[in-house]
């Protein structure tokens, strides 16, 4: 099983609904982050979390929500979907304390919003 | 934040060295190089990191200039599937990693 499981893999949904991606992870980590991914592009940080009760804005949170439910949770929603939200969603994790050589990925969220 | 700059592509034959260059002129003494790489769609894959001195692991090494203003990743047998997107990152250690584009690397046989 993977270590950080991402839920929907793939999505198809209409402008103005409201979209939930789902991130669990069994490392242990306490970081989470989300990221989006559009074609041709690097990834860009939406939001990140350094504890359950550590929630920061990344590069490009407008139109974008999270909640730490809890330390192995940490989901992101859109409230109202438009179509420039289309892109593939990273869920990702790091080390404890101090330690952040390594992020682990989860295997994307592909989101299309027509 | 320190930006880096990277070729958009590059290309390699199978069984050579990959070396992947990466320029962060504007570092800070604290901000640590990564390297990850991504395979098609997949997640990024943690490759190594480093502050002053060269690293190397099972995957690569890392080879940091003396004034720490540039980096090359070097892949030293690189393999059809080391062909990915190659990013090089400068970051505070304990903070947020912000991704590039990155290098395409292809690898032909």
């Known amino acids: 099983d993977a270590d950080v499981t991402q839920t929907p893999r793939n999505r198809i949904t209409k402008t103005g609904k409201r979209i939930m991606l789902e991130c669990s992870q069994t490392?242990?980590?306490?970081?989470m982050y989300w990221y989006r991914q559009d074609p041709g592009l690097g990834l860009r940080l939406i939001y990140y979390?350094?504890?359950?009760?550590?929630?920061n804005k990344g590069e490009i949170s407008d139109g974008y929500s999270v909640s730490r439910q809890a330390q192995a949770k940490f989901s992101l929603s859109l409230e109202s979907a438009i179509p420039n939200q289309t892109a593939l969603y990273f869920c990702?994790?790091?080390?404890?304390?101090?330690?952040?050589?390594?992020?682990?990925f989860g295997e994307g969220s592909r989101l299309t919003v027509l | 934040d320190a930006k880096t700059t990277q070729p958009p592509s590059m290309d390699c034959a199978e069984g050579r060295a990959a070396n992947l260059p990466c320029n962060h002129s504007?570092?800070?003494?604290?901000?640590?190089v990564y390297w990850y790489r991504q395979i098609h769609s997949q997640g990024p894959q943690y490759i190594i990191h480093?502050?002053?001195n060269n690293e190397t692991n099972e995957m690569a090494s890392l080879i940091i200039t003396e004034d720490r203003k540039s980096s090359t990743l070097i892949l030293p047998h690189a393999t059809l599937r080391d062909t990915a997107v190659y990013y090089c990152?400068?970051?505070?250690?304990?903070?947020?990693?912000?991704f590039g584009t990155g290098t395409r690397l292809q690898v032909f046989p």
């Open positions: 990702a994790t790091s080390g404890n304390r101090g330690e952040i050589g390594e992020l682990f």
């Open positions: 490392k242990g980590h306490d970081r």
């Open positions: 979390s350094f504890d359950v009760k550590d929630i």
């Open positions: 504007t570092i800070s003494g604290n901000e640590y």
């Open positions: 480093g502050l002053k």
């Open positions: 990152i400068v970051r505070v250690r304990t903070d947020k990693l912000i």
